[in-house]
């Protein structure tokens, strides 16, 4: 498991990243003035660069609570939650959106229950450069 | 969300009240227009919806204003209508141009007569039209930009009660100037030049787009509206009342019941006066105002651009700011749009620094490389701006203004240069206004016979003779008017000498008329072509009138009084005596006027009793002389005959005999009364001759003395009237003419 800490909404939560789970997207995020031109080039209404990260979560067996506050934050009905990521040799933070997950029931083990297969996106509320 | 270079300021843009970047601003969509044609002037408009937390932007005050800004500079300055919250943090903002915010407040217009574009639009915006202390919207003039030579266009004509955005629009209309969006978020008057268009490349035009060939348009009409104003004719007429209201202690507007502009000083009864102008006065109190009208008149400068009958008209008939001074140059400009506009195309652009009114190259729809001017744009903004143009190809602007702006008065006849200047015109242009030789004058009426007066007759049974009435006033010269495009370099010319005046009258019931002036040339051009009219032609630059019929308001009503014979003396019976009414004085106004002379009727002759003849001045029996005659212009009344006796026989007096009419009327353009009515005789009337004296009533007679004494008696005639005077040569013909 990775080491990558997780900050969502200034809370660092104790829980484990799966090895190579964690991808990135962007999309440059274009205006309802886009079109093409008359001699064929396209006219560019470009609103600013959006960005995805997917990762996969586990908990951390000794701390499955953590994992628990975790899914009740990213399941709230919030329109967003801001997120810190890793981006390039830093971090990037910005507001994301995060609409859907799902994870599998696997069994109790010490009297707690276990969970795991959890898969979240965070996409960017809004572009971010432009 | 939009770029975010962009912001939108609210208030005074030195200290906002509310700032707006790209990631505030949801979405923004601005629309104006420019009329190439001229023929309107639209508000521009801008909505945006904004995100804000501060919830005080729903109140913010109308008309603040709004600027908007883009990569640090200003690009358009807009006035608030009105903020919407459309959902939680959410507002969506309306907001209009300086145009729009005018068109919710009223103007009491005005009456020019040259002033300067600027000040009639500071006027406008500033105040109402009567309070010139006012200053309800320096915002706005702070705004403003005159490009070079437009500020100082001489405005002339009316405006009457409107919306200030129609009184501003009147005037641009009127002088070819548009209202544009200029840099810096200014609003510029301009006119359209024939700049280098600036070209939009290809790969700014989104696929798409349409043209749209021009219309057949075949002709041009334009009303030319002209008001004068003449105290004999318009006469006072009641403006304004209120005196079945409560007095009013505070300041109201009364606006004048006339759909003319008033064009002299009213009478103000019971009121108290502040401000007033051609339409309306800020008073107080309860009272009436007064004034006569102006005449408003007009006439239609036409332009055929083709021979189609299918082709629409081009009608401006309610713009009162186009009048003499510049129909032509309006027609031409109406006609230089219509005859050469080949297409309207539209495209959507991605805008780089392109506004409405700026010529621009581009390939239309069709593939064509046009170029033309930008008529409208509608701004949606995003990452960038996406307008959708349309584009008035195939035209060429003329300059703003324009119009004649000298006026000459040529009498007499030589020949006149057409001056330099005429020639370093768009379209070199004169208008000529011939006006031929006035009639002469009518000549006065002859005064009426004495009557007799026999015993026992009252008052108003027996009368002297009647005075002569003054003839007509002499009809004004025929004018004629034409305009010359491409003048030559000069032109012989010929002003018709006035008409002699009647010869006199001895009827009392005729006046011989006076005859036709000659016409006036100028060229090949005659005022032979033209009618006469009895109010004249008016010259619009220094409102003198000119070829009118004769008529007193150059003199005053007492001539029209005075210019009439005296009444002959009589005599009646009442209350068992003889009452006496002495003949009439006439004066001479014309020789000296506003001194006269004064014209004394006659003397009645002496009585007779029975034994001597005594001065008539008594009551005593038994035959009077006759009574005098009356006066006219020129002579004294002729003296009552006295009363005769031959042996037994009595015959009481003849009446004495009206004075003939001798003064003959100056010649109308005489310098007759200062030089300060001279110009107004070019071409008028002649002046009417004096009507003459009214003959003395014939002596009466005291018939019981008579009874069973043997003498007889019989009564004198009165006296003959006096012949009316001859009326007054016309004014000499003139010619006017405007470049």
Same mark, same amino acid.
């Given at each position: 498991?990775?080491?990558?800490?997780?900050?969502?909404?200034?809370?660092?939560?104790?829980?484990?990243?799966?090895?190579?789970?964690?991808?990135?997207?962007?999309?440059?995020?274009?205006?309802?003035?886009?079109?093409?031109?008359?001699?064929?080039?396209?006219?560019?209404?470009?609103?600013?660069?959006?960005?995805?990260?997917?990762?996969?979560?586990?908990?951390?067996?000794?701390?499955?609570?953590?994992?628990?506050?975790?899914?009740?934050?990213? +399941? +709230?009905?919030?329109?967003?939650?801001?997120?810190?990521?890793?981006?390039?040799?830093?971090?990037?933070?910005?507001?994301?959106?995060?609409?859907?997950?799902?994870?599998?029931?696997?069994?109790?083990?010490?009297?707690?229950?276990?969970?795991?297969?959890?898969?979240?996106?965070?996409?960017?509320?809004?572009?971010?450069?432009? | 969300?939009?770029?975010?270079?962009?912001?939108?300021?609210?208030?005074?843009?030195?200290?906002?009240?509310?700032?707006?970047?790209?990631?505030?601003?949801?979405?923004?969509?601005?629309?104006?227009?420019?009329?190439?044609?001229?023929?309107?002037?639209?508000?521009?408009?801008?909505?945006?919806?904004?995100?804000?937390?501060?919830?005080?932007?729903?109140?913010?005050?109308?008309?603040?204003?709004?600027?908007?800004?883009?990569?640090?500079?200003?690009?358009?300055?807009?006035?608030?209508?009105?903020?919407?919250?459309?959902?939680?943090?959410?507002?969506?903002?309306?907001?209009?141009?300086?145009?729009?915010?005018?068109?919710?407040?009223?103007?009491?217009?005005?009456?020019?007569?040259?002033?300067?574009?600027?000040?009639?639009?500071?006027?406008?915006?500033?105040?109402?039209?009567?309070?010139?202390?006012?200053?309800?919207?320096?915002?706005?003039?702070?705004?403003?930009?005159?490009?070079?030579?437009?500020?100082?266009?001489?405005?002339?004509?009316?405006?009457?009660?409107?919306?200030?955005?129609?009184?501003?629009?009147?005037?641009?209309?009127?002088?070819?100037?548009?209202?544009?969006?200029?840099?810096?978020?200014?609003?510029?008057?301009?006119?359209?030049?024939?700049?280098?268009?600036?070209?939009?490349?290809?790969?700014?035009?989104?696929?798409?787009?349409?043209?749209?060939?021009?219309?057949?348009?075949?002709?041009?009409?334009?009303?030319?509206?002209?008001?004068?104003?003449?105290?004999?004719?318009?006469?006072?007429?009641?403006?304004?009342?209120?005196?079945?209201?409560?007095?009013?202690?505070?300041?109201?507007?009364?606006?004048?019941?006339?759909?003319?502009?008033?064009?002299?000083?009213?009478?103000?009864?019971?009121?108290?006066?502040?401000?007033?102008?051609?339409?309306?006065?800020?008073?107080?109190?309860?009272?009436?105002?007064?004034?006569?009208?102006?005449?408003?008149?007009?006439?239609?400068?036409?332009?055929?651009?083709?021979?189609?009958?299918?082709?629409?008209?081009?009608?401006?008939?309610?713009?009162?700011?186009?009048?003499?001074?510049?129909?032509?140059?309006?027609?031409?400009?109406?006609?230089?749009?219509? $005859?050469?506009?080949?297409?309207?195309?539209?495209?959507?652009?991605?805008?780089?620094?392109?506004?409405?009114?700026?010529?621009?190259?581009?390939?239309?729809?069709?593939?064509?490389?046009?170029?033309?001017?930008?008529?409208?744009?509608?701004?949606?903004?995003?990452?960038?701006?996406?307008?959708?143009?349309?584009?008035?190809?195939?035209?060429?602007?003329?300059?703003?203004?324009?119009?004649?702006?000298?006026?000459?008065?040529?009498?007499?006849?030589?020949?006149?240069?057409?001056?330099?200047?005429?020639?370093?015109?768009?379209?070199?242009?004169?208008?000529?206004?011939?006006?031929?030789?006035?009639?002469?004058?009518?000549?006065?009426?002859?005064?009426?016979?004495?009557?007799?007066?026999?015993?026992?007759?009252?008052?108003?049974?027996?009368?002297?003779?009647?005075?002569?009435?003054?003839?007509?006033?002499?009809?004004?010269?025929?004018?004629?008017?034409?305009?010359?495009?491409?003048?030559?370099?000069?032109?012989?010319?010929?002003?018709?000498?006035?008409?002699?005046?009647?010869?006199?009258?001895?009827?009392?019931?005729?006046?011989?008329?006076?005859?036709?002036?000659?016409?006036?040339?100028?060229?090949?051009?005659?005022?032979?072509?033209?009618?006469?009219?009895?109010?004249?032609?008016?010259?619009?630059?220094?409102? $003198?009138?000119?070829?009118?019929?004769?008529?007193?308001?150059?003199?005053?009503?007492?001539?029209?009084?005075?210019? $009439?014979?005296?009444?002959?003396?009589?005599?009646?019976?009442?209350?068992?005596?003889?009452?006496?009414?002495?003949?009439?004085?006439?004066?001479?106004?014309?020789?000296?006027?506003?001194?006269?002379?004064?014209?004394?009727?006659?003397?009645?002759?002496?009585?007779?009793?029975?034994?001597?003849?005594?001065?008539?001045?008594?009551?005593?029996?038994?035959?009077?002389?006759?009574?005098?005659?009356?006066?006219?212009?020129?002579?004294?009344?002729?003296?009552?005959?006295?009363?005769?006796?031959?042996?037994?026989?009595?015959?009481?007096?003849?009446?004495?005999?009206?004075?003939?009419?001798?003064?003959?009327?100056?010649?109308?353009?005489?310098?007759?009364?200062?030089?300060?009515?001279?110009?107004?005789?070019?071409?008028?009337?002649?002046?009417?001759?004096?009507?003459?004296?009214?003959?003395?009533?014939?002596?009466?007679?005291?018939?019981?003395?008579?009874?069973?004494?043997?003498?007889?008696?019989?009564?004198?005639?009165?006296?003959?009237?006096?012949?009316?005077?001859?009326?007054?040569?016309?004014?000499?013909?003139?010619?006017?003419?405007?470049?």
């Amino acid at each position: 498991m990775a080491t990558t800490k997780i900050i969502v909404d200034e809370v660092e939560y104790n829980i484990r990243i799966r090895y190579e789970t964690l991808r990135r997207a962007f999309e440059i995020y274009e205006g309802p003035n886009s079109g093409t031109a008359i001699n064929g080039k396209m006219i560019r209404d470009i609103i600013g660069t959006k960005y995805w990260y997917q990762i996969d979560i586990e908990a951390d067996p000794a701390d499955p609570e953590s994992y628990d506050s975790f899914y009740q934050m990213i +399941s +709230s009905p919030d329109e967003s939650h801001e997120v810190t990521f890793p981006y390039g040799q830093t971090t990037i933070t910005f507001d994301a959106v995060i609409q859907s997950g799902e994870d599998k029931f696997m069994g109790m083990v010490g009297g707690k229950n276990r969970w795991s297969g959890l898969s979240i996106t965070f996409m960017a509320l809004e572009p971010q450069r432009g | 969300m939009v770029a975010e270079s962009t912001l939108i300021l609210l208030g005074d843009p030195s200290d906002p009240d509310f700032e707006f970047n790209g990631r505030q601003i949801i979405d923004l969509t601005e629309d104006t227009a420019v009329s190439i044609s001229g023929e309107e002037m639209s508000s521009d408009a801008l909505t945006f919806s904004v995100k804000c937390e501060d919830a005080t932007l729903a109140a913010a005050a109308y008309a603040t204003q709004i600027t908007i800004v883009r990569n640090a500079l200003v690009k358009s300055t807009f006035f608030l209508r009105y903020v919407e919250q459309t959902k939680e943090n959410i507002y969506q903002i309306e907001a209009t141009s300086a145009v729009g915010l005018l068109s919710k407040e009223y103007f009491y217009g005005g009456y020019y007569t040259g002033q300067t574009l600027q000040t009639v639009v500071t006027s406008i915006i500033n105040t109402n039209g009567l309070d010139t202390t006012m200053t309800e919207h320096p915002e706005i003039i702070s705004l403003l930009q005159y490009d070079e030579g437009v500020a100082s266009i001489p405005i002339y004509g009316w405006i009457k009660i409107t919306d200030k955005r129609e009184a501003l629009y009147q005037v641009l209309l009127s002088q070819g100037v548009r209202l544009m969006k200029g840099e810096n978020g200014t609003l510029l008057l301009t006119g359209l030049y024939n700049y280098t268009p600036a070209d939009i490349a290809d790969e700014n035009i989104f696929v798409g787009g349409s043209t749209e060939y021009a219309e057949d348009v075949s002709l041009i009409e334009v009303t030319e509206h002209t008001f004068t104003y003449n105290p004999v004719y318009d006469e006072p007429a009641k403006l304004f009342d209120n005196t079945n209201s409560q007095s009013a202690g505070t300041k109201f507007i009364a606006v004048f019941n006339t759909d003319s502009p008033i064009l002299t000083t009213p009478t103000f009864s019971g009121l108290t006066v502040y401000y007033w102008n051609c339409n309306a006065a800020i008073v107080t109190g309860t009272g009436t105002i007064s004034a006569g009208k102006s005449r408003h008149t007009e006439s239609v400068i036409s332009r055929k651009i083709s021979e189609n009958a299918e082709g629409r008209t081009v009608s401006v008939r309610d713009c009162t700011l186009i009048t003499t001074q510049n129909s032509e140059v309006f027609a031409d400009r109406l006609y230089n749009y219509y $005859k050469n506009v080949v297409m309207t195309a539209r495209a959507d652009i991605k805008k780089i620094d392109e506004r409405c009114g700026a010529r621009v190259r581009l390939t239309n729809s069709l593939g064509q490389k046009i170029t033309g001017f930008i008529s409208k744009m509608t701004e949606r903004a995003s990452g960038i701006i996406k307008a959708g143009c349309e584009i008035i190809s195939g035209y060429t602007p003329t300059a703003p203004g324009g119009g004649y702006s000298h006026a000459v008065l040529l009498t007499g006849s030589g020949s006149w240069t057409v001056p330099e200047s005429v020639f370093q015109q768009t379209t070199p242009r004169i208008k000529v206004i011939m006006i031929g030789g006035g009639t002469g004058g009518g000549s006065g009426y002859a005064g009426e016979k004495g009557g007799q007066c026999h015993y026992g007759l009252t008052y108003g049974e027996v009368t002297g003779g009647a005075g002569g009435a003054h003839g007509e006033g002499g009809e004004g010269g025929k004018i004629y008017t034409v305009t010359i495009n491409n003048p030559a370099a000069s032109y012989n010319y010929s002003c018709g000498a006035g008409g002699a005046g009647g010869a006199a009258s001895s009827s009392h019931s005729t006046s011989n008329p006076g005859s036709a002036g000659g016409d006036t040339s100028f060229g090949s051009y005659s005022s032979a072509s033209g009618a006469r009219s009895d109010i004249g032609i008016t010259s619009f630059f220094n409102g $003198k009138v000119y070829g009118k019929k004769m008529d007193f308001d150059t003199y005053g009503a007492t001539i029209n009084n005075f210019t $009439k014979g005296g009444r002959g003396g009589f005599a009646w019976w009442q209350n068992g005596g003889l009452s006496w009414q002495a003949p009439e004085i006439a004066l001479d106004v014309y020789t000296n006027y506003p001194n006269y002379t004064i014209y004394n009727g006659g003397s009645a002759g002496n009585a007779r009793t029975a034994s001597s003849e005594i001065p008539d001045t008594t009551d005593g029996w038994v035959i009077k002389g006759g009574r005098g005659g009356g006066a006219a212009a020129g002579g004294n009344g002729g003296n009552g005959s006295s009363a005769l006796q031959v042996a037994t026989a009595y015959m009481s007096g003849r009446g004495g005999k009206g004075a003939d009419a001798t003064i003959v009327p100056p010649k109308a353009s005489s310098s007759w009364n200062g030089a300060s009515y001279e110009d107004r005789f070019w071409g008028c009337g002649g002046l009417p001759g004096c009507g003459g004296g009214g003959g003395g009533q014939g002596g009466t007679v005291y018939e019981p003395a008579f009874a069973g004494s043997g003498r007889t008696y019989s009564y004198a005639n009165g006296g003959d009237g006096g012949n009316g005077g001859v009326g007054g040569q016309g004014g000499d013909g003139c010619i006017i003419i405007y470049y």
